[in-house]
């Protein structure tokens, strides 16, 4: 089972939709998460920390779930500037405690 | 303003080859950390550095070199033993050395190098 895995999409939405990503993580001993964004040919940028309880960036809320080892999220209101693909990333506890990447979700956003 | 520099931007290398990509930090970070990501694929981990004068093999480490004489810098060497070096090469950095859970800080990134073979 690979340590974190996305759902690559693509996601095709229409401006203004709603659109959640989940992604799973093997290591129940993790305990950072992050969304990065990533555009076409450039480097993952921090989109946002994924906190226990949850946590909203104006349009973009971030949930984590433990117990089933997922995080989530969500994009209200979607933009044309929101297409970009998203990485979900993950602390690997350990002596050196790394972070890993998924292979991230593409989302298109369309007119 | 703080940040972590990559270059050159482009790279062309010929077979047989060695390059070096040089990544620069002036966040004054602890720890750093060289990435490749193909067409299509996710960041795989080729080097890390916690500390000075100290680095550990990431999952791809074959055909690559790294040192770390100074904590600004941590430059990455593409050796010709790497059969396949044509690909995004991401440097990046954390303030955490990673024995403890990283402070919900995550990783920032430089820009990134496009090493093509020719």
């Given at each position: 089972r690979k340590e974190v895995e996305q759902d690559p999409g693509p996601f095709n939405v229409?401006?203004?939709?709603?659109?959640?990503?989940?992604?799973?993580?093997?290591?129940?001993?993790?305990?950072?998460?992050?969304?990065?964004?990533?555009?076409?040919?450039?480097?993952?940028?921090?989109?946002?920390?994924?906190?226990?309880?949850?946590?909203?960036?104006?349009?973009?809320?971030?949930?984590?779930?433990?117990?089933?080892?997922?995080?989530?999220?969500?994009i209200r209101d979607s933009k044309l500037s929101d297409s970009a693909t998203y990485l979900c990333v993950v602390n690997i506890p350990g002596t050196a405690s790394k972070l890993t990447f998924g292979t991230g979700t593409r989302l298109q956003v369309t007119l | 303003?703080?940040?972590?520099?990559?270059?050159?931007?482009?790279?062309?290398?010929?077979?047989?080859?060695?390059?070096?990509?040089?990544?620069?930090?002036?966040?004054?970070?602890?720890?750093?950390?060289?990435?490749?990501?193909?067409?299509?694929?996710?960041?795989?981990?080729?080097?890390?550095?916690?500390?000075?004068?100290?680095?550990?093999?990431?999952d791809i480490a074959e055909g690559y070199s790294v040192s770390r004489e100074k904590k600004e810098s941590f430059p990455l060497t593409v050796t010709s033993a790497q059969k396949n070096p044509t690909a995004f090469y991401l440097c990046a950095s954390s303030p955490q050395p990673h024995r403890i859970v990283i402070s919900n800080y995550g990783y920032t990134f430089g820009s990134g190098t496009r090493l093509t073979v020719v």
């Open positions: 229409p401006e203004g939709a709603t659109v959640a990503f989940n992604c799973t993580y093997s290591n129940s001993a993790s305990q950072s998460f992050f969304w990065y964004r990533q555009d076409c040919r450039k480097e993952p940028k921090l989109l946002m920390s994924v906190y226990s309880s949850g946590n909203e960036d104006g349009r973009f809320t971030a949930q984590l779930n433990r117990a089933s080892q997922y995080i989530s999220l969500l | 303003d703080g940040g972590i520099t990559q270059s050159p931007k482009y790279l062309f290398r010929k077979e047989g080859q060695n390059v070096t990509l040089s990544c620069e930090q002036n966040l004054n970070h602890d720890a750093m950390y060289w990435y490749r990501q193909d067409p299509g694929q996710g960041l795989r981990l080729i080097y890390y550095s916690q500390i000075v004068n100290d680095f550990q093999k990431g």
